[in-house]
């Protein structure tokens, strides 16, 4: 689905990512994991069209892909949960679960498209239901919610969408445990219905519940790929800080 | 709107109100219908300018050129006419100009990385410059009928100028409320990096706020030099203190995300109302501006209240 192959970029002199690789198949929960500043976030964020890549190849589907900016990237199919959520604080649920991609409707004697709040706040409350979040008001602003909250918030916002490939960067990292609970079926009902996920999260145990198979960074080079049954906590955690079994 | 925004919305109306009491218990000229009418027309430049810089101020930035602007794409409007243009070119000519003035502004604000602060400080100098250049800062007066007629004209009972404030005001709504450039806006101004992550083209919004807010200062340099017959380089300075006043006044945060145009109604109308009432009990213009500065001060401390609490005064 999702091949990556010699990523490098640096920031100033830090050399963020060195000739790194990943592959992505269909259907499958990638565990991404490293160090602080292992380059994982990184990564996302090339895919996502946040960052761009000083070199390397991405292919997507077997076919070249150059993301050139988050809007290519999210016409490419993949969607982000961002480590800081990316959400706008005075802003409705609705607002900011459709940000950039309004419903509109129009009037016959109205030549221009007016935003269709309605059926925003709608399909915002219906999304959340789905991943078992219940926040009866969508018209009011995310500050109002809890951590966990604006969380799901995050993560309604890339299901909605129905995004082949979905980049999650520590998802659940302000969530309790029944909320993080609800996440992973979500994960989980994702990856039935075909969809790539790219996990990065500090928690290996939670890794090694929802992925499929694992890459390990290490300062910004790949230092071991495979499936989870392969490999156990302790050698991924030997591998993170060490860079060798 | 939640109940603190509610609050504060009853609160302007009540202190608008409050002011009308005090001025009409200080003036027996105050309350009269010719008064009343008359707040609303000087009102009118200072509520068309507000909807520009309510656009701008949601998108966490500010304009201090739209006093420039004014005073130039006034010049631009006069000269044309009295170049023999005609009245609707003209009028054309001085709000494409301020269309264009104000997009100078957001490309070197979203393109060139300057703070929105330091490019229109800068480009006030310069556009108020090119408007005493361009007239040898003399006054350009003798103007059409018909354009006059937007500053002086009524229909029915309602004044010309009121009218085409009501429609700014509408339109501005509109576009903040129920538009997608209005919603890509708000986001801009909340969390710019987000709005960016999520697809938004915030580079093209942030010039088109701009862009919007010198229409709108050429509109009001339009509906100013209508009413007084008389286009003039020095013509608004000092005007973008009281506007920005008006919208804080109104609700508008100055860090950006939210864009009250009812509030900037409000707010215009009560800098109206002290200006006009401190007139009538002949107060001098110079403490009229004192009490404008202080009553600007007072915007942003509640706004700052507002948003942060108390912890944003304490050291």
Not at chain 1, 113 to 133: C, F, N, S, W, Y
Not at chain 2, 106 to 114: N, S, T
Not at chain 2, 146 to 166: T, Y
Request: proline share 3%.
């Amino acid at each position: 689905m999702v091949r990556m192959e010699n990523i490098s970029k640096r920031y100033g002199r830090k050399m963020a990512l060195d000739r790194a690789c990943l592959d992505l198949n269909e259907g499958e929960v990638l565990g991404l994991v490293g160090d602080n500043g292992a380059g994982k976030t990184t990564i996302l964020k090339i895919l996502s069209g946040v960052e761009q890549m000083d070199g390397g190849d991405i292919f997507i589907q077997d076919e070249k892909a150059r993301i050139s900016s988050p809007a290519v990237s999210r016409e490419l199919g993949i969607e982000m949960v961002y480590q800081d959520l990316a959400l706008c604080r005075n802003m409705t649920i609705w607002e900011n679960i459709y940000l950039g991609r309004y419903l509109f409707r129009s009037f016959r004697r109205w030549p221009l498209p007016m935003l269709d709040k309605k059926r925003m706040a709608r399909g915002a409350a219906q999304v959340l239901e789905t991943i078992g979040i219940d926040i009866a008001d969508t018209n009011q602003p995310i500050k109002n919610l809890s951590g966990g909250e604006q969380q799901a918030v995050a993560i309604s916002r890339c299901v909605l969408f129905a995004p082949r490939i979905v980049l999650l960067d520590e998802p659940t990292a302000s969530m309790a445990q029944w909320e993080k609970d609800k996440i992973h079926d979500t994960l989980i009902r994702l990856k039935s219905q075909g969809r790539s996920i790219i996990v990065v999260a500090h928690d290996l145990g939670e890794i090694f519940h929802v992925s499929d198979r694992i890459t390990v960074l290490k300062e910004g080079t790949t230092v071991w790929s495979g499936p989870v049954r392969d490999i156990g906590p302790k050698d991924v955690a030997q591998l993170m800080f060490v860079g060798k079994l | 709107m939640n109940r603190l925004d509610q609050f504060q919305r009853l609160g302007l109306l009540g202190f608008l109100v409050l002011t009308g009491i005090f001025f009409a218990v200080t003036s027996p000229y105050f309350i009269s219908m010719e008064n009343i009418t008359n707040i609303f027309i000087q009102s009118a430049v200072l509520i068309i300018l507000g909807a520009g810089m309510t656009l701008v101020i949601g998108s966490a930035g500010i304009d201090l050129s739209i006093g420039a602007i004014l005073a130039l794409s006034s010049i631009i409007v006069a000269g044309s006419m009295k170049g023999g243009l005609g009245v609707v070119p003209g009028i054309f000519s001085g709000i494409i100009s301020g269309f264009l003035m104000g997009a100078i502004n957001g490309v070197g604000i979203a393109h060139l990385r300057i703070s929105p602060f330091i490019v229109t400080l800068g480009t006030t100098g310069i556009y108020r410059a090119l408007a005493l250049i361009f007239t040898d800062a003399m006054p350009i007066y003798g103007l059409p009928y018909d354009f006059r007629m937007i500053g002086a004209g009524w229909v029915g009972p309602i004044p010309i100028s009121v009218i085409v404030a009501a429609v700014i005001l509408a339109l501005f709504f509109f576009l903040i409320v129920w538009t997608k450039f209005g919603a890509n806006a708000r986001a801009v101004g909340d969390n710019a990096e987000c709005a960016f992550r999520m697809g938004i083209p915030v580079g093209k919004t942030l010039v088109m706020i701009y862009a919007l807010s010198g229409a709108s200062a050429a509109l009001a340099g339009i509906v100013m030099t209508a009413r007084l017959n008389t286009a003039e380089a020095i013509a608004g300075m000092g005007i973008e203190l009281e506007t920005i006043a008006a919208v804080i006044m109104g609700g508008t945060s100055f860090f950006g995300g939210e864009a009250r145009i009812g509030g900037t109604l409000l707010g215009a109308l009560i800098i109206g109302t002290l200006a006009n009432g401190l007139t009538l009990v002949n107060v001098p213009s110079y403490y009229q501006q004192l009490v404008i500065g202080l009553v600007f001060i007072m915007a942003v401390l509640a706004d700052q209240f507002r948003r942060r609490g108390m912890s944003n005064f304490t050291f």
